[in-house]
């Protein structure tokens, strides 16, 4: 029997574990940013859009592009700046935890209204996973789960279906380094524009922007670029699946990069979810093309 980790599939399951660590990264470095106050929010996204897009447009001048490929999306740029924007300044009053449960419950709402609405099936083995997936990401976060800033969770509900939306606008493009790129810098302008409303509270140290410039070029820009290719091979339920991995990657991350305690809930609640994922991925849904 062939390898499950050869041809497309494969290629599909390394890309997509790569892109998911790289969110994890994302959010570690955001909070480590924030958590002591190192710089603003709005200086964190505006780092963070450049130096990605600066990334983004060496790898792409490298491989030499033909004129073929997409040319961005303002659809999907909007989006990514909305994501962008909206999370950096929730996680200024609302807590990592709560965070996490908010964004990615929005994410995955999103793309499975979306994947339902174009006529994907799931079998209930599926919906068993994705159930025990949300049981434990919930399971997770509750410890400390306190009644959240309406404001922050508004914008963190926002950011969530932003993500979502970009991740679904992203499944149909054939040049996703190239379109990232582009969209990373569509973006940029109006990432400045947001710093310069925000000017008033500008405070930026060299740790704060290296964490920024980390997150937009390496975790964000290479990331998304991953994560786009990864798509092609994905159902927009598969998709929306695999991000509920994310919190508990970050969360064990936390363990080991920021000291915080290991406990037996936090073990239970990412083998759930992970567990969870795996299911959902296992199974072969009914795919219907989202146009």
């Not at 190192?38 to 983004?56: P, Q």
């Not at 060299?206 to 290479?222: H, Q, R």
């Amino acid at each position: 029997m062939r390898s499950v980790l050869s041809g497309h599939a494969g290629r599909t399951l390394i890309l997509t574990v790569i892109a998911m660590l790289a969110f994890a990264a994302n959010t570690l470095l955001c909070r480590l940013a924030m958590a002591q106050q190192l710089i603003d929010a709005a200086s964190f996204t505006s780092v963070r859009a450049i130096s990605g897009a600066a990334m983004l447009g060496l790898i792409v001048l490298a491989q030499q592009p033909t004129a073929d490929g997409n040319a961005g999306d303002w659809r999907s740029a909007l989006a990514l700046f909305a994501y962008m924007v909206t999370n950096s300044f929730a996680y200024l009053s609302i807590s990592v935890g709560t965070g996490a449960l908010i964004l990615f419950g929005a994410v995955q709402l999103t793309m499975f209204i979306a994947a339902l609405r174009h006529g994907e099936h799931f079998s209930a083995l599926s919906w068993t996973g994705l159930a025990l997936a949300v049981l434990g990401l919930i399971y997770l976060v509750s410890p400390g789960l306190a009644a959240p800033d309406p404001f922050g969770a508004t914008l963190m509900t926002i950011a969530g279906t932003a993500w979502g939306f970009y991740s679904l606008l992203g499944r149909g493009v054939k040049n996703p380094l190239r379109a990232t790129a582009l969209n990373f810098l569509y973006i940029v302008p109006a990432v400045l524009v947001v710093s310069a409303v925000f000017w008033s509270r500008f405070s930026i140290s060299a740790s704060g922007a290296a964490l920024a410039a980390a997150s937009g070029a390496f975790a964000s820009g290479g990331g998304y670029a991953i994560w786009y290719a990864a798509l092609s091979g994905l159902t927009a339920g598969r998709a929306a699946a695999v991000q509920l991995s994310v919190p508990a990657i970050a969360a064990f991350g936390g363990v080991v990069l920021l000291s915080e305690p290991l406990t037996l809930r936090l073990i239970l609640a990412s083998v759930a979810t992970l567990g969870g994922v795996a299911i959902v991925l296992s199974q072969r849904a009914a795919k219907a093309p989202l146009r």
